[in-house]
């Protein structure tokens, strides 16, 4: 009989394989909710694109700024990306401040838009490393950009995104925006698109573009790879 007692053999821990869309939000406001039933391990991802190039950038608390770009002059139009890595389930309802926008001379409107995507794995997500992308901005017709996304490891999500100073839906350009990606959501002229390529996958390079929709046109498209 051996003198040392014998030790379990644990299963082996499951690996991330599969992500899907948990849930989702937009706002026009200052502030944007948290949707109820966060879980720990899920990932959210903020896009918060104030007008104008003078209005201060507010980054929520426990979110992690991905990136910033503006076109020029006064009214350009800030990207604002966050990324939560690791959420736990006490965030479901709570209520996040990002940048309050400023009053469009124009039409006396605030322009504050943002979007809250909220990705579960089949496993809680441990870590998602950000790669930096493209953008383009111009108070013109901005040409297409395309992010070499083909050469990352999946699971991963890619996204474009696009905005600019008016308040009507501003849609991605057809014909050149390829391929399209899985799933759109839109808030007046802010516009995410994203792609989830899961384990196994095959990611494609992404080409995002838009139509001349007034002043400051702002194009961005990046992506990030996880693991659980």
Same mark, same amino acid.
């Given at each position: 009989?051996s003198?040392?007692?014998?030790?379990? /053999?644990?299963?082996?821990?499951d /690996?991330?394989?599969?992500?899907?869309?948990?849930?989702?939000?937009?706002?026009?406001?200052?502030t /944007?909710?948290?949707?109820?039933?966060?879980?720990?391990?899920?990932?959210a991802?903020?896009f918060?694109?104030p007008a104008?190039g003078?209005?201060?950038?507010?980054?929520?608390?426990g979110?992690t700024s =991905?990136?910033?770009?503006? @076109?020029?002059?006064g009214?350009?139009r800030?990207?604002?990306?966050? %990324?939560?890595l690791i *959420?736990?389930?006490?965030?479901g309802?709570?209520?996040?401040?990002?940048? *309050? $926008?400023t009053v469009?001379?124009? @039409?006396? +409107?605030?322009?504050?838009?943002?979007?809250l995507?909220?990705?579960?794995g089949?496993?809680?997500i441990?870590?998602? /490393?950000?790669?930096?992308g493209v953008?383009t901005?111009?108070n013109?017709?901005?040409?297409t950009?395309?992010?070499?996304?083909? *050469?990352?490891t999946?699971p =991963?999500i890619?996204w474009?995104?696009?905005s600019?100073t *008016?308040?009507a839906t501003?849609?991605?350009?057809? $014909?050149?925006?390829t391929?399209?990606?899985?799933?759109?959501?839109?808030?007046e002229a802010l516009? +995410?698109?994203?792609?989830?390529?899961n384990?196994? $996958?095959?990611?494609l390079?992404?080409?995002?573009?838009? @139509?001349? =929709?007034?002043?400051?046109? %702002?194009?961005?498209?990046?992506y990030?790879? =996880?693991e659980g």
């Amino acid at each position: 009989m051996s003198a040392f007692p014998l030790m379990p /053999i644990l299963p082996p821990r499951d /690996i991330l394989r599969e992500v899907t869309l948990a849930a989702s939000a937009t706002s026009t406001a200052a502030t /944007i909710t948290m949707p109820a039933g966060v879980r720990a391990g899920d990932l959210a991802l903020l896009f918060d694109a104030p007008a104008g190039g003078n209005s201060p950038r507010v980054v929520p608390a426990g979110f992690t700024s =991905l990136y910033a770009i503006a @076109t020029s002059g006064g009214w350009g139009r800030h990207h604002g990306v966050a %990324m939560r890595l690791i *959420a736990s389930a006490s965030e479901g309802g709570t209520t996040l401040t990002g940048s *309050a $926008g400023t009053v469009d001379p124009g @039409t006396g +409107v605030v322009n504050s838009r943002k979007i809250l995507l909220v990705f579960r794995g089949n496993v809680p997500i441990r870590s998602a /490393i950000y790669v930096p992308g493209v953008s383009t901005g111009s108070n013109g017709n901005p040409g297409t950009v395309t992010l070499l996304s083909g *050469a990352g490891t999946p699971p =991963l999500i890619l996204w474009g995104c696009i905005s600019t100073t *008016a308040h009507a839906t501003t849609p991605f350009e057809t $014909g050149w925006t390829t391929p399209a990606f899985g799933t759109e959501v839109a808030i007046e002229a802010l516009r +995410v698109g994203y792609t989830i390529v899961n384990r196994g $996958g095959a990611p494609l390079n992404q080409a995002v573009d838009m @139509t001349d =929709l007034g002043s400051s046109n %702002m194009i961005t498209a990046a992506y990030v790879t =996880l693991e659980g």
